[in-house]
């Protein structure tokens, strides 16, 4: 609910019961990843997708019983691709939802849960989804962090919370989110009870380094793709938090000396961009770049500017090994003009890095459009139109 979750704060702070309704599991060709959410309040207001239009309809009456009744349900929305037509997973991949009331009283956890991903601090919830054995446990969560959990399982439920502590705080060091199938007693070789872990890393960084109008296209891009983005430069006329509204920070300094100062918190969800065409900034900073787990770096320029560039860093010490990994001049061939057309290249260079497309058109490639695992740990699952 990363996506939503200023619609569920606001909610949630306001004291009024509500739905939430969440993507647990998918099959084939689903239109939206695990952790997908959409809120619906008492009154029938709805903030966020769990399916793009195809059962939001079926999933919002769902809702308005939880709320009603005040017992989670668990669903499951799919037909055969022949069939998917007439009952409007066009599609024909298959949903697992989990709809659920919230209150304060029921998910008393929440504001604590909402104020870690704004700190950008990690956080797991797991939530018993089915137990055929007990239904009162379903909807029970735990929330962990890690260093310490918190969340009452019900009866039985100390080696169930054993068992769930070690193994969300492995789903949350990777960022990911799913099901995790146990005994009725908290057994690892048992699979008759079902929790839906969604993690909370904190969001990937992207580094946009040269306070220029192309760099606030991009840091507007980044931001809705789910970025924490910093722009940088070392002119302070021109790097302002007023230029560049939707960055989360806007630092005033050398782009090489920023970048050494923060060396240790770049990995490779890490992008960086260098759009500053400029030898005295983007040389130093590039060869900094390349010298860290960064997953994505490019650099701004003509082909004429790249050639000088890449002679620069050979000059630098920088081996051509390393100069494989940068993406020079940086985004796709779209032809893109302006600040914005550049911005959505790059973007689009991104996701492609993230998941091994191959950047032609669509009506010229066959096979499945979506891809089920991510080529590279770039942009995790989870961020941009993925859930709270």
């Not at 001049?329 to 497309?357: F, N």
Request: a negative charge.
């Amino acid at each position: 609910m990363r996506d939503i979750r200023s619609a569920v704060s606001d909610m949630y702070g306001s004291g009024e019961v509500f739905a939430l309704a969440t993507v647990i599991d998918t099959d084939k060709s689903a239109p939206r990843d695990a952790g997908a959410a959409m809120l619906v309040s008492a009154s029938g207001e709805v903030v966020g997708s769990v399916s793009g239009g195809c059962v939001e309809g079926a999933v919002y009456e769902e809702a308005l019983e939880a709320i009603r009744t005040g017992v989670p349900v668990r669903r499951t929305y799919g037909v055969s691709d022949e069939e998917a037509f007439n009952v409007g997973l066009t599609c024909g991949g298959t949903l697992h939802m989990f709809v659920e009331p919230v209150t304060r009283a029921t998910y008393g956890q929440l504001g604590a849960v909402l104020g870690a991903i704004d700190e950008h601090r990690p956080v797991a919830v797991a939530t018993i989804v089915s137990d055929p054995s007990d239904a009162g446990r379903v909807g029970r969560r735990r929330v962990v962090w890690p260093e310490h959990a918190e969340g009452d399982l019900g009866p039985s439920g100390g080696r169930l919370s054993d068992a769930l502590d070690d193994d969300v705080r492995g789903m949350l060091a990777q960022g990911s989110t799913g099901l995790l199938r146990y005994g009725s007693d908290g057994q690892r070789r048992g699979d008759e009870l079902e929790v839906f872990v969604q993690s909370f890393a904190p969001a990937p960084r992207m580094l946009v380094f040269g306070a220029i109008d192309f760099a606030a296209a991009v840091a507007d891009l980044g931001s809705y793709l789910g970025y924490r983005v910093t722009v940088c430069d070392a002119r302070p006329v021109f790097a302002t938090p007023k230029r560049f509204p939707t960055a989360d920070e806007v630092v005033v300094k050398w782009p090489h000396v920023f970048l050494d100062e923060i060396a240790d918190e770049i990995d490779e969800r890490t992008a960086v961009c260098v759009l500053t065409h400029d030898p005295k900034f983007d040389v130093p900073v590039l060869r900094a770049a390349l010298g860290t787990r960064a997953g994505y770096i490019g650099a701004m320029g003509s082909r004429r500017t790249h050639e000088d560039r890449v002679a620069r860093l050979l000059e630098a010490g920088v081996g051509e090994e390393a100069l494989e990994r940068l993406h020079s001049p940086i985004g796709l061939d779209l032809g893109a003009r302006t600040p914005e057309e550049t911005a959505v290249s790059i973007a689009a260079e991104l996701v492609r890095t993230r998941w091994g497309g191959s950047g032609r058109a669509l009506r010229d490639t066959s096979g499945r459009i979506h891809r089920d695992s991510p080529k590279s740990p770039l942009v995790p699952a989870g961020f941009g139109h993925a859930s709270m």
